[in-house]
């Protein structure tokens, strides 16, 4: 089909070494929603707003596009499309409970969980523009 990334029709098995950097980018996210309260500087609370807002939907829209790309090299994207955008959902949302319990001096926020559903969206319109891949 054309505007497919494999366009061959071709089955391919997985490759691992595509799922490098999303595992890379999903660990890097893990450990910076572990940050302590106590180490996040303190500016002003609208700027801080503002700034953890739009770092939030820049690590899931990196997060989610390297996913895409991963899945389009392997020849999988068709397949798997949907898992991985509900996957990468899930995970947001597992992020910011855990802030909440477990993660000392954090707060759960619908305001971050928001902001990482749209950095999905956006990863994943991110990866039809550079592939040109509408599928």
Same mark, same amino acid.
Request: a positive charge.
């Given at each position: ?24 980018? &999903? ?8 940050v ?35 899945? &389009? ?9 949907w ?19 477990w ?32 599928n």
């Amino acid at each position: 089909m054309r505007g497919d990334l494999n366009d061959t029709g071709i089955e391919r098995e997985f490759q691992w070494r595509h799922s490098v950097v999303p595992l890379f980018w &999903g660990l890097l996210i893990l450990g910076l929603h572990a940050v302590p309260g106590k180490d996040l500087s303190k500016a002003t609370w609208l700027w801080e707003m503002q700034l953890d807002k739009l770092l939030h939907l820049l690590m899931f829209m990196l997060l989610s596009s390297s996913v895409f790309i991963a899945l &389009g090299k392997s020849g999988s994207i068709r397949k798997y499309k949907w898992f991985a955008l509900s996957a990468l959902l899930i995970y947001g949302c597992c992020l910011e409970v855990a802030q909440g319990i477990w993660f000392e001096g954090r707060t759960t926020s619908f305001g971050d969980f928001l902001a990482d559903g749209l950095g999905v969206g956006a990863g994943r319109l991110l990866f039809r523009w550079i592939y040109r891949c509408w599928n």
